[in-house]
């Protein structure tokens, strides 16, 4: 049950993007190890995401960052492609690039949607300075669900911010 504490609250959220930055950085420096990268994967979406936890259908709805041709992800399989790559054809593995840094801004805005059920809103920026931009700005919504006393997200919505030109 989400507490009426929000700072608690927000903690909880901070944990769990951290742990979700940790698992992005750690699939793209396994890059070349299709064995490690593909375990670290399932890993975080066994941990974070709600295929497990749920009594919804779909149990998650997946909007990716940079998915164009299939733009929602509703199972677990369409998700790991996203990660690593696999099961759609546009994906090529958004965690396998060497991501620095991945930064969950503190601005996020937070909405308690009953006892078990929480939405963050925010942006995330992502940093590779091989890339050229050398890094991705992303809005995001989660929705997040407390199992267990963890965070797992039923929610995952993620748009590419434009960059200002100058």
């Known amino acids: 049950m989400f507490l009426k504490n929000k700072e608690k609250t927000i903690r909880l959220i901070q944990a769990a993007q951290n742990r979700w930055a940790n698992y992005i950085q ?3 420096e396994a890059k070349g190890n299709p064995d490690e990268y593909t375990r670290l994967t399932k890993k975080m979406l066994a941990e974070l995401y709600g295929f497990e936890h749920s009594e919804l259908d779909p149990p998650i709805l997946f909007k990716p960052t940079l998915a164009i041709k299939k733009p929602v992800r509703t199972t677990y399989n369409e998700t ?7 099961e759609v054809e546009e994906d090529t593995g958004f965690a396998l690039t060497p991501w620095e840094k991945v930064e969950f801004h503190n601005d996020m805005h937070i909405t308690v949607v009953d006892s078990h059920c929480v939405l963050a809103m925010g942006r995330c920026t992502f940093y590779n300075s091989e890339q050229k931009p050398q890094r991705t700005t992303a809005d995001y919504t989660f929705g997040y669900r407390l199992v267990e006393g963890k965070l797992v997200i039923f929610l995952h919505h993620s748009s590419r911010m434009e960059e200002p030109s100058i």
């Not at 790991?80 to 696999?86: A, D, E, N, V, W």
């Open 80 to 86: 790991l492609s996203y990660f690593i790559g696999g």
């Open 26 to 28: 750690q699939i793209g």
